[in-house]
């Protein structure tokens, strides 16, 4: 009887050490794949946000070559007129 308990206890110690060391790790794991998580939300976040201010920029860039374009598109046809 003695005998069995010892080899029960001897085959938790053999499981039950493993099991709790795996335990620990995958706790540890879900603890870094949380933090990742939120990481990778506020960098998607900060990324939507500076997309969003590019192409305000973009669209602002374009709004004043357009102006540009018929300020000079003026000029020339004044140029011209002027030249005939």
């Given at each position: 009887?003695?005998?069995?308990l ?45 997309h ?33």
């Amino acid at each position: 009887m003695v005998g069995v308990l010892a080899t029960l206890a001897g085959l938790f110690a053999a499981v039950g050490a493993p099991v709790l060391k795996l335990n620990g790790t995958i706790t540890r794991l879900q603890t870094l794949l949380d933090q990742m998580r939120g990481e990778l939300n506020d960098f998607k976040d900060r990324s939507r946000q500076t997309h969003r201010r590019l192409w305000e920029r973009s669209e602002q860039q374009d709004r004043q070559l357009a102006d540009h374009e018929g300020r000079l598109e003026k000029l020339e046809t004044r140029e011209r007129e002027d030249a005939d």
